[in-house]
């Protein structure tokens, strides 16, 4: 590449700032200081901090396609991993609210196929919190499980057999299968495609163009390519994510999005368009024993700007896809990072963020 056209890349890349005026005091308070961060880390993506809806600070860095020289922009998309389990746990709540499926029933009540399953006595809330005690190879398996296209029905068949490893309700143990089975479970119920009750309950109400499950073999225009740095290698060396079916991860994290969706879900949730007050309270309450966690996101007492808060927090990590989702439950601010490599450590940047006043 040459100096000039490197120039201009990076030219590019700085050009990419929210364009909103009346927010320029509020977003110089974050610039300098994710400027740094992007350029000592590498940092390649989106990030986007909003105060009740309105974003504030809006910056795009690095390059989407390091093959072609593409740089990121805010309007970039990028494969959120397992931000998609938000999504997976808002279509449970509206099938609760609807009374169609009942958080403390077991899994077999709707899915009769199970009753002579280990896991037929798992309930739903259960499988929202990671406390089921099926089996976690698809964490412990690697890529594996991936590398071939598996819908919900073939994933569970496959990774959902033998012993529970865990009385149900007992411990937290975080793994896909739980979502997988949720999908198949909301399949069921609702008697339509996970894809399909995404788009007609959340993405066409919300109005979320950019955002959509991935499935293999399709063309997604202006989608990042991922990208991997092995901690190992003393080169650093940058390589292209490792093949994988996008649709092998589903409900659990098959989905891509832009921050500007994920904020337009944000303010939907905060907002109370999805899921009533009871709903939205029981989405996001916490559940201490099993390490905070809530339904689809974990929910714990936090500081940010200075002031003590409750924060509800849902990271995703897929190679180098990797996501960062953040909301002040209580003063309204949100973050939301979307990365399409790995190089950088969004836990710092998080820190980072939370604590500008």
Not at 262 to 273: G, K, M, V
Not at 295 to 311: I, K
Request: aromatic residues 8%.
């Amino acid at each position: 590449m040459s100096v000039l056209l490197r120039i201009a890349t990076v030219a590019a890349l700085l050009t990419t700032a929210l364009p909103i005026s009346a927010a320029a005091p509020k977003t110089a308070r974050f610039a300098d200081g994710v400027a740094a961060f992007a350029k000592t880390s590498r940092f390649r993506g989106v990030v986007l901090v909003a105060d009740h809806g309105k974003p504030i600070y809006r910056q795009a860095f690095g390059l989407a396609s390091e093959e072609w020289q593409q740089p990121n922009t805010v309007q970039t998309r990028f494969r959120i991993a397992s931000v998609t389990k938000t999504f997976t746990a808002v279509l449970v709540m509206q099938a609760v609210e609807a009374g169609r499926l009942r958080l403390d029933a077991p899994i077999s009540t709707w899915l009769p196929a199970f009753t002579n399953q280990p896991f037929a006595a798992v309930t739903v809330d259960e499988l929202l919190t990671y406390a089921s005690g099926l089996s976690d190879r698809d964490q412990t398996d690697g890529m594996t499980p991936y590398q071939q296209p598996l819908d919900a029905a073939a994933f569970v068949a496959r990774l959902g057999s033998g012993p529970l490893q865990s009385p149900p309700g007992s411990r937290f143990a975080y793994k896909n299968i739980d979502y997988r089975l949720l999908e198949q479970l909301l399949e069921t119920v609702e008697g339509k495609p996970f894809a399909s009750l995404v788009a007609e309950r959340i993405i066409k109400p919300l109005g979320l163009r950019d955002t959509a499950l991935l499935a293999s073999g399709d063309v997604v225009p202006r989608l990042a390519a991922s990208y991997v740095v092995d901690e190992a290698d003393p080169t650093h060396a940058l390589r292209a994510d490792p093949p994988y079916f996008p649709e092998s991860f589903g409900a659990a994290g098959g989905m891509r999005s832009t921050v500007d969706d994920l904020l337009r879900f944000d303010s939907a949730l905060r907002e109370q368009r999805l899921l009533n007050a009871e709903s939205t309270a029981t989405l996001l309450r916490t559940h201490e024993a099993l390490g905070y966690v809530a339904y689809g996101f974990w929910t714990y007492p936090c500081s940010v700007a200075g002031r003590d808060t409750r924060c509800a927090e849902r990271q995703g990590a897929i190679q180098g896809s990797n996501a960062l989702w953040l909301r002040d439950l209580d003063h309204g601010r949100s973050f939301i990072v979307l990365s399409n490599s790995n190089e950088a450590d969004l836990q710092k940047l998080k820190g980072l963020l939370t604590d500008v006043p």
